[in-house]
T-cell receptor, first 111, second 114 residues
Framework: QKEVEQNSGPLSVPEGAIASLNCTYS??????FFWYRQYSGKSPELIMS????GDKEDGRFTAQLNKASQYVSLLIRDSQPSDSATYLC???????????FGTGTRLKVLA | GAVVSQHPSWVICKSGTSVKIECRSL??????MFWYRQFPKQSLMLMAT?????????EQGVEKDKFLINHASLTLSTLTVTSAHPEDSSFYIC??????????FGSGTRLTVV
């Protein structure tokens, strides 16, 4: 059973701080990794995708991938209350076009 | 670009009736669409993969006779929940992929069966 694990949270950070969200996956052959943000009652929206080891930055967001450790993370700098949401890690398994989603981490940014 | 429209956004139906949910890719052709279900505070669970012009592929444990999927064109996939029961109440979300842009989700449909 291929799995994607996330801490469900809630993770609470003060406004302006860095929020760090983590995700581990079991399928060593996975090649594509995604972070989605989901507000309550809404569908997920894509924040970042990452395919190779290292860091990928986009504005206040940085995705980090370590395939050897089967670990992917998302850093949110200068966190804002509007960043409060559930963040879903999604992994595209090897030899498949199907996402496997983690259960999500609920982030609370305190004003 | 890469907009996926899902309709209706919410629906309430009586137990035993059927409900159809539509998913349209507005500015691209989607040969493959996916249908997910999400219960409160749980992750998205893939129900089925919808392929244009062929039968859908259902995940283990999903009743294909209850959740009918039709993907008649490159821009439209429909999910029909037949003989709905209260336990089918959930958030249903479709998604479609476009090369190089990842997967785009529809806005979701909140189904409540009373």
């Amino acid at each position: 059973q291929k799995e994607v694990e996330q801490n469900s949270g809630p993770l609470s950070v003060p406004e302006g701080a860095i929020a760090s969200l983590n995700c581990t996956y079991s399928d060593r052959g996975s090649q594509s990794f995604f972070w989605y943000r989901q507000y309550s009652g809404k569908s997920p929206e894509l924040i970042m995708s990452i395919y190779s080891n290292g860091d990928k930055e986009d504005g206040r967001f940085t995705a980090q991938l370590n395939k050897a450790s089967q670990y992917v993370s998302l850093l949110i700098r200068d966190s804002q209350p509007s960043d409060s949401a559930t963040y879903l890690c999604a992994v595209l398994g090897s030899g498949t076009y199907k996402y496997i989603f983690g259960t999500g981490t609920r982030l609370k940014v305190l004003a | 670009g890469a907009v996926v429209s899902q309709h209706p956004s919410w629906v309430i139906c009586k137990s035993g009736t059927s409900v159809k949910i539509e998913c349209r890719s507005l500015d691209f052709q989607a040969t493959t669409m996916f249908w997910y279900r999400q219960f409160p505070k749980q992750s998205l669970m893939l129900m089925a993969t919808s392929n244009e012009g062929s039968k859908a592929t259902y995940e283990q444990g999903v009743e294909k006779d209850k959740f009918l999927i039709n993907h008649a064109s490159l821009t439209l996939s429909t999910l029909t929940v037949t003989s709905a029961h209260p336990e089918d109440s959930s958030f249903y979300i479709c998604s479609a992929s476009r090369a190089g842009l990842g997967y785009t989700f529809g806005s979701g449909t909140r189904l409540t069966v009373v």
